[in-house]
């Protein structure tokens, strides 16, 4: 098993540019979400899908849109990238109905907006 | 909104020491957990704590969990180089069944050989 997998691993844009960040898991988790790291900050979340067909503001959701395109995948949109969203982005599963909400991380996208 | 706060910020010791990293809130975790993260990577769990006051342990690592679930901390014996890391603690909202997670903002540590 693969786990989860997010692609690509390095980005660079320029201010005004668009870009799909995907992830995909195998682990048959009804939740995923992503979250945005920077440092001293910890992680932020900024979108989650409880489950395919549904998803959900986090913390810092402006500047960017998702897609839960079936229960393996779920993409995270910038419309029209900014510095401010220069940072990691990893995208997370759990199972459903695990009380304890134990997350599985993928690696991780490194973007730099210009 | 329920936070987490995280202490020290950043840790850097010799081989050998002891230390505790501390996680505080003002607000009740139904679960807290703690992951590590290696640079250039994910975040990885290394525990799950549920019960007030449950102590666990995984080799020199112990954790513990609040009485009142609003606090954990993470105690390291005997630190070695390959305990260098990002340390965050997670709580999981008691109100939400959401499977979202309340992240602090980490401690950085440190082990010098």
């Known amino acids: 098993n693969a786990g989860v997998t997010q692609t690509p691993k390095f980005q660079v844009l320029k201010t005004g540019q668009s870009m799909t960040l995907q992830c995909a898991q195998d682990?048959?988790?009804?939740?995923m979400y992503w979250y945005r790291q920077d440092p001293g900050m910890g992680l932020r979340l900024i979108y989650y899908?409880?489950?395919?067909?549904?998803?959900d503001k986090g913390e810092v959701p402006n500047g960017y849109n998702v897609s839960r395109l079936n229960k393996r995948e779920f993409s995270l949109r910038l419309e029209s990238a900014a510095p401010s969203q220069t940072s990691v982005y990893f995208c997370?599963?759990?199972?459903?109905?695990?009380?304890?909400?134990?997350?599985?991380f993928g690696p991780g996208t490194r973007l730099t907006v210009l | 909104t329920q936070l987490l706060e995280q202490s020290p910020q950043f840790l850097s010791i010799q081989e050998g020491e002891n230390l505790t990293v501390y996680c505080n809130s003002s607000?009740?975790?139904?679960?807290l957990q703690w992951y590590r993260q290696e640079p250039g990577e994910g975040p990885v769990l290394l525990v799950t704590?549920?019960?007030?006051?449950e102590v666990k342990k995984l080799k020199r690592l112990t954790f513990q969990f609040g009485d009142a679930r609003k606090d954990s901390s993470l105690h390291i014996t005997a630190a070695q180089p390959g305990d260098t890391g990002l340390y965050l603690c997670?709580?999981?909202?008691?109100?939400?069944?959401?499977?979202?997670?309340?992240f602090g903002q980490g401690t950085t540590l440190q082990v010098k050989p």
């Open positions: 682990m048959n988790h009804n939740s």
């Open positions: 704590v549920v019960t007030g006051g």
């Open positions: 899908s409880a489950s395919e067909g549904t998803t």
């Open positions: 997370a599963s759990s199972r459903v109905g695990s009380s304890y909400n134990e997350q599985f």
């Open positions: 607000s009740v975790f139904s679960s």
């Open positions: 997670a709580g999981a909202p008691g109100s939400s069944n959401t499977g979202k997670l309340i």
